[in-house]
């Protein structure tokens, strides 16, 4: 049984999973599903074509699955999906997709932090952390294990590689690599994220490779474009390194350097 809060306003057509709790003061739309054990807090909005999974906790004032602010919205069944044991804390905005039948993607255990924005057309993987007032732009993605400084800007169609720390207050135009520290302004990558690394279980060996492909990337005077041909004939192909190449050359906007 769900646990309702009297002055919660709960649609009867809202698709409610086995122990569900609505607080004070919530709305919950009629196309809205939520997971088992989800909880809201109070004063919390869940509407349109949203899902969240299983175990979630969304704090008071956050918004989720409202009006994308795409000028270019013209109706339809646009809409947003949580994945399982994600935390959205106070004051948070998801916005729908803009297009009908498009999807606004957040994953599994993110801890999204007050006053956080995440725009239409987002994907948001796992593991991810956006501290407070982070901001993503429309049709950004973030990949897996992410973390996101506060105070931080992250423009239309860029892209986070898995496993990138970003430090507070910054303006990211570019896309960031995988495995690489950002910070400053203008962005710079001073480094690899290290300790988010092995956090995540990337081998002793793997590591060693990404540092090699780090300095013909970062620290010589070769183009993206040699210094990914060196990095293929000269450090070893661990998964992480592959991935990092294909990352840097499906890029469209560039990378940050």
């Not at 409610?16 to 709790?21: H, K, R």
């Not at 919950?28 to 919390?44: A, E, F, M, Q, Y």
């Not at 602010?69 to 646009?78: E, I, N, T």
């Given at each position: 049984m769900s646990e309702i809060h009297p002055t919660a306003i709960v649609s009867p057509n809202a698709k409610l999973g086995d122990q569900v709790v609505i607080g004070p003061f919530c709305f919950v739309g009629p196309d809205v599903t939520l997971g088992d054990k989800t909880r809201l807090i109070s004063h919390v909005v869940v509407d349109g074509f949203t899902q969240l999974g299983a175990g979630c906790t969304v704090f008071p004032f956050a918004s989720v699955g409202l009006q994308t602010q795409d000028l270019k919205y013209k109706g339809g069944r646009p809409g947003v999906s949580i994945g399982d044991n994600t935390t959205i804390r106070e004051s948070v905005t998801i916005n729908a997709a803009t297009a009908d039948g498009d999807v606004t993607r957040v994953g599994s255990h993110c801890h999204i932090m007050a006053y956080a924005h995440i725009a239409h057309d987002c994907v948001v993987g796992n593991h991810v952390i956006i501290a407070n007032v982070g901001t993503l732009a429309g049709h950004v993605t973030v990949e897996d294990r992410v973390i996101l400084g506060g105070l931080s800007a992250v423009h239309q169609f860029v892209r986070l590689g898995r496993n990138c720390i970003i430090g507070g207050c910054a303006k990211v135009v570019q896309d960031v690599p995988p495995f690489v520290m950002a910070d400053g302004n203008p962005l710079r990558v001073?480094?690899?994220?290290?300790?988010?690394?092995?956090?995540?279980?990337?081998?002793?060996?793997?590591?060693?490779?990404?540092?090699?492909?780090?300095?013909?990337?970062?620290?010589?005077e070769l183009g993206t474009r040699d210094a990914l041909a060196r990095i293929e004939a000269e450090v070893p192909q661990t998964s992480e390194v592959q991935h990092l190449v294909r990352f840097i050359r499906s890029s469209e906007r560039g990378i940050v350097k």
């Amino acid at each position: 049984m769900s646990e309702i809060h009297p002055t919660a306003i709960v649609s009867p057509n809202a698709k409610l999973g086995d122990q569900v709790v609505i607080g004070p003061f919530c709305f919950v739309g009629p196309d809205v599903t939520l997971g088992d054990k989800t909880r809201l807090i109070s004063h919390v909005v869940v509407d349109g074509f949203t899902q969240l999974g299983a175990g979630c906790t969304v704090f008071p004032f956050a918004s989720v699955g409202l009006q994308t602010q795409d000028l270019k919205y013209k109706g339809g069944r646009p809409g947003v999906s949580i994945g399982d044991n994600t935390t959205i804390r106070e004051s948070v905005t998801i916005n729908a997709a803009t297009a009908d039948g498009d999807v606004t993607r957040v994953g599994s255990h993110c801890h999204i932090m007050a006053y956080a924005h995440i725009a239409h057309d987002c994907v948001v993987g796992n593991h991810v952390i956006i501290a407070n007032v982070g901001t993503l732009a429309g049709h950004v993605t973030v990949e897996d294990r992410v973390i996101l400084g506060g105070l931080s800007a992250v423009h239309q169609f860029v892209r986070l590689g898995r496993n990138c720390i970003i430090g507070g207050c910054a303006k990211v135009v570019q896309d960031v690599p995988p495995f690489v520290m950002a910070d400053g302004n203008p962005l710079r990558v001073p480094g690899l994220n290290s300790v988010g690394l092995t956090r995540a279980g990337v081998s002793e060996e793997s590591q060693k490779a990404l540092k090699l492909a780090h300095r013909l990337l970062y620290r010589s005077e070769l183009g993206t474009r040699d210094a990914l041909a060196r990095i293929e004939a000269e450090v070893p192909q661990t998964s992480e390194v592959q991935h990092l190449v294909r990352f840097i050359r499906s890029s469209e906007r560039g990378i940050v350097k």
